[in-house]
């Protein structure tokens, strides 16, 4: 169970900052080439950010404090 759970995390994180910086580029304007790299980039970023933010807020519940 533990790794079903941690598959869907890893899904969802993905899935978020995809759909953010797919916004966030159609919000600025981005089209083609440039605007599929900076989607990839910016979602890459942000789906990293939101895992690692993730294992760091259960890590501390863990702990307790």
């Known amino acids: 169970m ?3 759970l941690r598959l869907l995390a890893i899904f ?3 899935a978020a900052g995809g759909v953010v ?3 966030t580029v159609s919000w600025l304007g981005g089209t ?3 605007g599929g790299i900076a989607s990839a980039m910016i979602g890459a970023f942000l789906a990293a950010s939101l895992w690692v933010g993730g294992v760091a807020f259960i ?3 863990k702990r307790g404090r």
């Open 2 to 4: 533990p790794l079903i």
């Open 12 to 14: 969802a994180c993905g």
């Open 21 to 23: 910086a797919w916004l």
């Open 32 to 34: 083609g080439v440039g």
């Open 59 to 61: 890590d501390t519940v």
